[in-house]
């Protein structure tokens, strides 16, 4: 079956601590994997993606993701978070043209 | 850049009434996917198109349709809606070739 999980559905963390959200996906052979991020009352917009070739990819806003085949995850990661990125993050691998998206985490940055 | 464009943003029905959403996808972007995300819940994928044919169905409901018309551009009618349809509904496109969706801002539909 097709799937994601990602590991936090909540997240609290102060201005400069550092970030890292999981998600594993099911493996359904190659697979394209995204981070999608949504800011409040807005709509979906792209973090980053892979494809394939280097399994750490950068995104934008110094968010970086690292691909784990042995361990189907795509972790998504950030060195220091700002109160700017308060917002719902959602991991989703393309299976079959389409996306799966995760349950989402909920990232609240404390000023 | 142009970016998917959908209308209308907002959208108010009562139950058993009918909606349209329409969605106008990149220029050269051949697939359309529709996305329902409910209050507080992560985006359901709908239903795809690729050049004008349905290419894929998710969890859409037979109350639901939705097409692909020649220049592109794709609607979703739903009709006898319910409460429960009330939703962020999200278009998204790409391109052959290129895996990455761009989305649309979305239409929230409420029905009371």
């Known amino acids: 079956a097709q799937s994601v999980s990602q590991h936090n559905h909540h997240v609290i963390l102060s201005e400069a601590a550092s970030l890292e959200l999981g998600c594993n996906y099911s493996?359904?052979?190659?697979?394209?994997l995204f981070w999608y991020v949504q800011y409040p009352g807005q709509h979906l917009q792209l973090l980053l993606k892979y494809f394939s070739g280097d399994p750490l990819v950068k995104g934008i806003k110094g968010f970086e993701a690292e691909f784990i085949k042995s361990k189907f995850s795509f972790n998504l990661r950030k060195p220091s978070v700002q109160w700017s990125d308060t917002a719902e993050y959602f991991c989703?691998?393309?299976?079959?043209?389409?996306?799966?998206f995760g349950a989402g985490t909920i990232l609240r940055v404390k000023s | 850049a142009a970016g998917v464009i959908q209308s209308p943003r907002h959208l108010i029905k009562e139950k058993r009434e009918t909606a349209t959403l329409k969605c106008y996808p990149i220029p050269r972007h051949d697939t359309v996917y529709w996305y329902q995300q409910g209050p507080g819940q992560d985006p359901q994928f709908l239903i795809s198109?690729?050049?004008?044919?349905?290419?894929d169905k998710g969890s859409i409901p037979d109350r639901f349709s939705a097409q692909q018309f020649s220049d592109y551009h794709s609607e979703l009618n739903m009709s006898s809606l319910e409460l429960g349809d009330s939703a962020l509904y999200f278009c998204?496109?790409?391109?052959?070739?290129?895996?990455?969706?761009?989305f649309g801002q979305g239409t929230r539909l409420t029905v009371v």
């Open positions: 493996y359904g052979g190659t697979v394209n």
């Open positions: 998204a496109s790409s391109a052959t070739g290129e895996p990455e969706a761009f």
């Open positions: 989703a691998p393309e299976y079959g043209n389409k996306l799966v």
């Open positions: 198109f690729y050049e004008k044919m349905q290419s």
